[in-house]
């Protein structure tokens, strides 16, 4: 347990100096976000500091195995497939990586991930148990790489991202407490810490954004860790789902109305609520804190008694949602502006 009075501050503490030499870096190449019409932003800001949260995580999470506080399994699941989407985030930063190429790539991390993990346990559904076999693999494959591309979508404005990765990492590591597994914390508290140390430079205004490879190893990331709640309890699982229930519904829900209207679902747009609330509301920081009071006041408490087998999961994730879901919808989720 010594050992981890070294190994978080480290992950704060590295992410806090890297994204500050990744900030200097982003300026001198002129690796710079400058605001168009489908920017929610107005001023030209440095990106890729989400690079500084990959590498701490990464090498906390190494030294968390070598010391014994997390599972190897876990750890490599985490590392591989999370470091092949950060490059590939990395690259198309960068650059521009085509849209099928990113999302073969996406695939493969995934997979490899999947495997890693051994596939999904059985899965807790209305009181019944599905053992989904190899069907497992590709179920979770598809899942990995949508909450990958969602978290993408849904970095949009300063610190949004940051405060919902923080959130998840710290209410999942308090499921594991309530549901007496403690052991199983230190990942996601590790997470935490390193997302910390890039949301001072990304708290609004933000001085630096994320990035694809920032926000795609966040995405994939918190899919794995979800996945391995799953295998220490299936009632976690749903407990975590629950945790990420804004970032799922708001890009869920503006997916499909997209789909309904007819429009190009892989052109790059700004119609999800979290969007449309902060132009509403004139500024990023109310929506970010409005955000987090919904994870904190309404997400958090329902995900507890999940942890606490005091409600089924699948029926609590249901009332979770739904007025998320009326939310995302009051507030245009996938509508045109006009």
């Known amino acids: 347990m010594t050992s981890l009075f070294w190994i978080l501050p480290l992950a704060l503490l590295g992410s806090l100096a890297g994204t500050a030499l990744l900030r200097r870096y982003a300026l001198s190449n002129s690796l710079i976000d400058v605001p168009n019409a489908r920017s929610s932003h107005v001023l030209p800001t440095p990106r890729g500091g989400g690079v500084a949260i990959v590498v701490s995580f990464v090498l906390s999470t190494l030294f968390l195995a070598l010391t014994g506080q997390i599972q190897w399994t876990l750890t490599w699941a985490v590392v591989l497939p999370g470091s092949l989407v950060a ?15 990113r999302l073969l790539g996406h695939f493969t991390a995934a997979i490899i991930g999947v495997f890693l993990l051994g596939g999904l346990p059985a899965i807790h559904l209305f009181g019944m148990t599905l053992d989904l076999g190899w069907a497992g ?43 007496g597994n403690f052991d199983f914390a230190w990942g996601p508290v590790a997470l935490a810490l390193a997302v910390a140390g890039f949301l001072y430079w990304n708290f609004p205004p933000a001085r630096i954004f994320m990035g694809d490879a920032g926000s795609g190893f966040l995405g994939i990331t918190l899919g794995f860790l979800s996945l391995q709640a799953a295998w220490v309890n299936p009632a976690l699982l749903w407990g975590w789902l629950i945790l990420l229930g804004v970032f799922i519904v708001d890009a869920t829900c503006t997916l499909f109305v997209r789909l309904l209207r007819g429009d190009k679902v892989y052109e790059a747009h700004r119609s999800h609520a979290y969007q449309f609330a902060s ?38 994730l249901l009332i979770a949602y739904v007025p998320l879901i009326l939310l995302a919808l009051r507030f245009k989720a996938g509508q045109r502006e006009g």
């Not at 990023?284 to 999961?313: E, F, Q, R, Y």
């Open 87 to 101: 490059i590939i985030g990395f690259l198309d930063d960068h650059g521009h990586i085509p849209a099928r190429w």
């Open 137 to 179: 693999y590709l179920f979770g494959s598809f899942y990995l790489v949508w909450l990958l591309n969602l978290y993408n979508f849904m970095d949009g404005i300063d610190g949004l991202a940051s405060m919902e990765a923080i959130f998840v990492c710290l209410g999942g590591a308090l499921l594991y407490v309530v549901s």
């Open 279 to 316: 132009r509403q509301f004139g500024g990023h920081l109310p929506i970010t804190l409005s955000v987090s009071c919904i994870n904190m006041i309404w997400l958090l408490p329902i995900a507890i008694l999940v942890a606490l087998d005091k409600v089924d999961g699948s029926v609590a």
